[in-house]
């Protein structure tokens, strides 16, 4: 059985998710109830705006001076503080749905731990899996109040047929939501456009922090005689010969093509990880995602 985000519902691991902040480099200074001391607007706290209620908002926040005239629930918003808008695109490609541990089910666990402290931290929580094109998409929330039904969004998450076209789908999210802020793209990026789908998500404004799945196998897959390799999306079938020479060549362009991919994001100051689905999510979360500086 594969494992899903209900498994993250384990209380010793949240309490150590809950000292945990996803981190910015640049300011998208907003204002709203939540827990960031804005950087625009000094530390006096005052009104700003109202906005609607949502299920799962925070009942502190609300006017219920207003509700009492009204009859409508009306959070307020204010100016000494402001939340991190943190958008989670979970690749649901076939080629995901593979490997010894599997690559959907990993990156589900992955984006389950980073919405948790998105959602912890009182920011603003969108999130969607794609693959030609957006799939599912869970809209913007904000407080601990949505944490188990964004599991369950993550949950219900299946993969898609098709091939993956990375471009389209960015698109076609950045469209749906256009709240600039930390994009937190998790993805094996095997697809023919990942270059001009980073570049997609940079060019509406985004920060990006991408999380570059791969399973032990891929790089050093333990394979010998004639073979025929199916692409898992495409059906495209090519015969080889797997010898100790031919997998050698292969591990090293596995390898390159990774190295390429980090200095293309490093260029375009994007933070790039590459993620062993061997790894426990505590080596990734208190550890791999600390030195990165993402948490």
Known sequence: MKPSPSALIDHTFLRRLDRLQLISRRGYGMVTGGGRRSRQFGSSIEFADYRNYSPGDDFRHIDWNVFGRSNRLFIKL????????????????????????????????????????????DDVLAAAVFSESVQEYFAPAQGKGHILRYFDFLEQAEPARGVTSLVAAMRTYVARNSQRGLVILISDMMTEDAYRGVTAIQEAGN?????????????????????????????????????????????????????????????????????????????????????????
Not at 213 to 232: K, M, Q, T, Y
């Open 78 to 121: 204010r100016e000494a503080e402001e939340h991190l808008a943190v958008h989670v695109l979970v690749d649901g490609s076939r080629s995901m749905d593979w490997g010894r541990r599997n690559k959907l089910a990993y990156a589900k666990l992955l984006a389950g731990s980073l919405g948790y402290v998105a959602l912890n931290r």
């Open 207 to 295: 920060e990006l922090v991408l999380l570059h799945v791969l399973d032990w196998a891929e790089v050093h897959p333990e394979l010998s005689g004639e073979l025929s390799l199916v692409d898992r999306e495409s059906g495209r079938t090519i015969n080889v010969a797997a010898d100790a020479e031919t997998l050698g060549q292969y591990r090293e362009h596995v390898l390159a093509w990774a190295d390429e991919l980090e200095t293309f994001c490093g260029r375009r100051n994007a933070r790039y990880l590459r993620l062993d689905t061997s790894w426990s999510l505590e080596e990734v979360m208190f550890r791999r995602l600390l030195r990165r500086v993402v948490l």
